[in-house]
């Protein structure tokens, strides 16, 4: 992946950096969930570099099960060149797994997604400080959020796909029950939403994910996304909307002055408002009850 | 100190290593007060440290709780378990994981023991404080230092001259910028050995008269190749070898020690040139190159090369392992057989750097796919 078939760097940082600063074998975002396919799904990195006697980054995947048309959800960082190809090769493997064949070791086929996409050095975008609404408190069990998308970008296409990144675990609080920041779960039965987790060194992030599968307009009918119940607010919420190769939206939901317990270590104090109100920025905001 | 992965240990090579710690005597301070201890590699011997993790060794008498790697700092935490039963003559041993030891590229001619330091450090209160090996010996009531250890040397030979292909430590996939992708060899169906390899500065002066550049390509034993012979004026299985796409004349092929060597009098500047070697048929052209015979059903194989400059020493790589076949869900050895019959994907954007989540339909055409590996 770090470089193509003809020797064009795609990746400048070598695979570690490149793959979300993880370590040698390590856990990756992946998925196949979305798809029905069941089995505890796995995956792992395994670095490569990018030199020309360099050995290509790998990532396995494990721990499904068989379905003859199976969905594989991989979140990458776009190479950080622009103007070069990315091309996904897939290997199949089966016969006996082993712990030192983690995915059998007979080697049964060859895939090659050649020239997925061609990299562009910036894209048009929107941003916004909030796009969503909770469906009540962050602290309370499924908890929902409505993402919606900005005006005049609303509409977004068939197949295309929405994320958005939620900060789970933190490592650098103190109090070990603090740091499980938010507990993501999925909610939606819909085969094209999904969670990926993330683990860095710090922190834990999941990704949830929709590939819409038909044209709709966020602005009308948002993207329900959830649950998330979170201990006290420390992060914003990421959220994507791409709406082509070129064109996306980017939103930080905000949440400030929630009110919570507890805020976490280094947070300024907080203020309980009197209405026991949630406050969001901008101009919505919603009454909720306590 | 011992190598855990390799006999020779080479400078700058990266290895684990398995690392003893044995305080003898008896009359000093009792070492099983110690909750932790820090093994410290020299300040002035250029050892890198890769990775975080060590364990417990097979041989250690004393437990060890926990055990990490301050890959900055170059010093080794050892968590040992508390017990008082501990003497002052049992072995502490860990073992380094993930190729965690960088050894020396500059100092190889020898560190000697007393080089590394070892310091125990015990503490009254529940927690544990902080403590800073490298500038102080606050909480620290044991230093192993020059003044206790033998100075016995590990010592390290001289990196070789030329790189080797890394090799795979967890999967055999083919390296794609090595070898064709796809379709590989089978019981059926020939194919010849094709890739690049990187002949640094072998090959730059032109040579002449007898004198010749010589690569030989030696394959493995699961692969089979006809002795050439002459059918009339046709030579049939005749070997034939393309370096940098020129076709080299003089190119012979042993099959007895399945060597196939090409020789040339040209130069190459350094760098990545395209091998390939070849068996043909003249009577028949899908008949190109060597014929797979698998044992077992698993296939992965590897080639190796040797380049000799012409009156030089010999230079040595091997590739990593591909895999060669494809085998029915049967288990039989079959020709080939494609376990990913088709795949779609779609993705986010094409923006430089964005987060960007691919999600890839694939097809299969068999029952049996454990696993995947993009």
Redesign the interface.
């Known amino acids: 992946?770090l470089?193509d078939?003809k020797?064009n760097t795609l990746f400048s940082s070598n695979s570690l950096t490149a793959f979300f600063s993880l370590s040698?074998?390590a856990p990756y975002p992946c998925s196949n969930y979305g798809?029905s396919a069941g089995g505890n799904v796995k995956c792992f990195l395994?670095n490569g570099d990018n030199t020309?006697?360099?050995?290509?980054t790998?990532?396995?995947?494990?721990d499904f099960t068989?379905v003859?048309?199976?969905?594989?959800?991989?979140?990458?960082?776009?190479?950080?060149?622009?103007g070069v190809y990315l091309s996904?090769?897939?290997?199949?493997?089966?016969?006996t797994?082993s712990a030192s064949n983690?995915?059998?070791?007979?080697?049964?086929?060859?895939?090659?997604?050649m020239h997925?996409?061609?990299?562009?050095?910036?894209?048009t975008t929107a941003s916004n400080t909030y796009n969503s609404q909770p469906s009540k408190s962050m602290w309370r069990d499924q908890t929902t959020h409505s993402v919606y998308g900005t005006s005049g970008w609303g509409n977004m296409p068939s197949?295309?796909?929405s994320?958005m990144?939620v900060k789970a675990y933190d490592s650098t609080f103190t109090v070990i029950s603090d740091k499980t920041v938010c507990i993501p779960s999925r909610m939606s039965t819909f085969d094209y939403d999904d969670i990926?987790w993330l683990n860095t060194t710090t922190y834990s992030y999941a990704?949830f994910?929709r590939?819409w599968p038909s044209s709709t307009n966020i602005n009308s009918s948002p993207w329900s996304v959830g649950s998330v119940k979170c201990k006290h607010y420390r992060y914003p919420f990421n959220t994507?909307h791409?709406f082509?190769?070129?064109v996306?939206e980017y939103a930080t939901m905000g949440y400030t002055n929630v009110p919570t317990l507890y805020q976490g270590v280094s947070g300024t104090p907080i203020t309980l408002y009197s209405d026991a109100t949630t406050r969001v920025t901008g101009s919505q905001s919603r009454t909720i009850a306590l | 100190m011992t190598p855990v992965q390799s006999t020779t240990k080479y400078g700058g090579m990266r290895d684990d290593y398995t690392i003893d710690i044995t305080f003898g005597s008896t009359s000093d301070p009792d070492v099983s007060y110690a909750q932790l201890i820090a093994f410290i590699f020299p300040t002035n011997i250029d050892y890198t440290l890769y990775n975080t993790d060590c364990v417990e060794g097979a041989g250690s008498i004393i437990k060890v709780s926990n055990c990490y790697i301050d890959t900055t700092n170059r010093i080794i935490y050892i968590t040992p378990v508390v017990s008082s039963s501990y003497i002052n003559s049992n072995k502490l041993q860990i073992v380094t994981r993930?190729l965690a030891v960088g050894n020396p590229v500059n100092n190889i001619s020898h560190t000697n023991y007393n080089q590394f330091t070892v310091k125990y450090y015990s503490w009254m209160n529940i927690t544990q404080p902080t403590v800073a090996p490298l500038s102080n010996n606050i909480y620290c009531f044991l230093i192993l230092d020059s003044n206790t250890v033998t100075s016995q040397a590990i010592s390290f030979s001289t990196y070789i001259s030329i790189?080797t292909?890394?090799p795979?430590a967890?999967?055999?996939?083919p390296?794609?910028?090595y070898y064709r992708?796809?379709p590989f060899s089978t019981i059926l169906h020939r194919v010849p050995f094709e890739f690049e390899v990187?002949t640094q500065s072998l090959f730059t002066s032109a040579v002449s008269g007898s004198n010749y550049h010589t690569i030989t390509v030696q394959y493995p034993s699961s692969y089979s190749a006809v002795t050439a012979f002459n059918l009339n004026d046709l030579q049939v299985y005749r070997p034939v070898c393309y370096l940098n796409n020129n076709r080299i004349k003089l190119c012979t092929i042993d099959t007895a020690n399945r060597k196939v060597t090409m020789q040339f009098q040209f130069a190459l500047a350094s760098g990545?040139y395209y091998v390939m070697v070849s068996i043909l048929d003249p009577r028949n052209a899908d008949s190109n190159g060597f014929l797979y015979t698998p044992s077992p059903?698993?296939?992965?194989t590897n080639i190796k090369v040797y380049m000799t400059p012409s009156g030089g020493a010999t230079s040595y790589i091997e590739s990593?392992t591909f895999?060669a076949?494809?085998?029915l869900p049967s288990g039989t050895t079959e020709g080939p057989?494609?376990?990913?019959k088709?795949?779609s994907?779609?993705?986010?954007?094409?923006?430089?750097?964005?987060?960007?989540?691919?999600?890839?339909?694939?097809?299969?055409?068999?029952?049996?796919?454990?696993?995947?590996?993009?």
């Open positions: 992946m470089i078939e020797k040698d074998g798809y395994i020309n006697r360099g050995i290509p790998r990532i396995f995947m494990t068989y003859q048309n199976m969905n594989a959800r991989l979140l990458i960082k776009n190479p950080d060149t622009a996904v090769k897939v290997y199949a493997y089966g016969g797994r983690l995915y059998g070791n007979v080697y049964m086929g060859y895939w090659n997604f997925v996409f061609k990299t562009v050095a910036s894209g197949g295309k796909v994320l990144e990926l990704y994910i590939t994507y791409y082509s190769d070129t996306y | 993930g790189y292909t890394p795979y967890f999967s055999y996939v390296q794609q910028r992708e796809t990187n990545f059903i698993q296939s992965l990593d895999p076949l494809y085998s057989f494609r376990g990913i088709g795949g994907i779609n993705y986010g954007c094409a923006v430089t750097s964005l987060l960007n989540p691919l999600h890839m339909t694939l097809m299969f055409n068999r029952t049996d796919v454990t696993g995947l590996v993009f």
